[in-house]
């Protein structure tokens, strides 16, 4: 057996770990998903509407909707501040807010992110702990240093890349499901090409680089004292 299949069958191994792994790290990317899409959304229609009080936007239907909503806010605010603001003074206001709420939104997404992400290292330091024979085993058969590290970091990269691609096939169904329900086209609007694949390989990455010194660590103790435990 090739020292990097062992990666794979090494996943197998402690397989109820690994997916509980690999559901938080899902998670973390189902969260960052929505809100950074979330995030884009509302920067879209900010984009598209920043001349929303005198202007006009290509599709009619939505200059429609988009002004019937502004004017509705309008007259609301009006009623209730006893002033009469223009349209501009609204979505200035309004543009205002959103930008605060996007900020948030990334904060609160990288937060989240790095919450499920972090669950690599701890697995990879259990799975490490229970392997310390089997490293110095490796080495005495002739592995170098090097391709037991690449083995170790592909089973940690492998872990996110499962779990970042359950977390966005699932985000990418739900928005076209709810798409679909609302007969607006949200997932070329929230979930640009980029998004996915970037979650994706981010986090692959990630995996791979916090579970980098726990590897490294354990990959350079002496087999010996490690064969005595």
């Known amino acids: 057996m090739g020292i990097y299949s062992l990666s794979y069958k090494n996943l197998r191994r402690n397989w109820w770990r690994n997916i509980s792994t690999a559901l938080r790290i899902a998670f973390g990317v189902i969260v960052l998903l929505i809100l950074i899409g979330s995030g884009i959304g509302i920067s879209t229609f900010l984009g598209e509407n920043q001349t929303a009080a005198g202007v006009s936007i290509s599709s009619s239907n939505t200059n429609i909707g988009v002004n019937n909503a502004i004017n509705a806010l309008n007259d609301y605010i009006n009623s209730i501040l006893g002033t ?9 206001g309004i543009r205002s807010i959103l930008r605060n ?6 904060l609160m997404a990288s937060i989240v992110f790095l919450v499920g992400i972090f669950g690599i290292t701890y697995t990879m330091d259990l799975n490490l702990l229970e392997r310390k024979r089997e490293i110095a085993l490796l080495k005495s058969m002739g592995f170098t240093e090097l391709q037991i590290m690449l083995s170790l970091l ?35 609007i929230v979930m640009p090409v980029w998004l996915p694949i ?31 435990i």
Do not use: C, H, M
């Open 154 to 188: 592909l089973e940690a990269s492998i872990l996110g890349l499962i779990g970042a691609v359950v977390g966005t096939v699932l985000v990418v169904v739900g928005v076209t499901i709810l798409s679909k329900i609302i007969q607006i086209g949200l997932l070329s």
């Open 198 to 228: 970037g979650a994706i390989v981010i986090t692959s990455a990630l995996s791979a680089l916090l579970a980098a010194f726990s590897v490294w660590y354990n990959t350079k103790k002496d087999p010996v004292e490690a064969l005595r």
């Open 101 to 106: 709420i996007i900020s948030i939104i990334d």
């Open 84 to 92: 009469e603001l223009s349209n501009s003074q609204i979505i200035t």
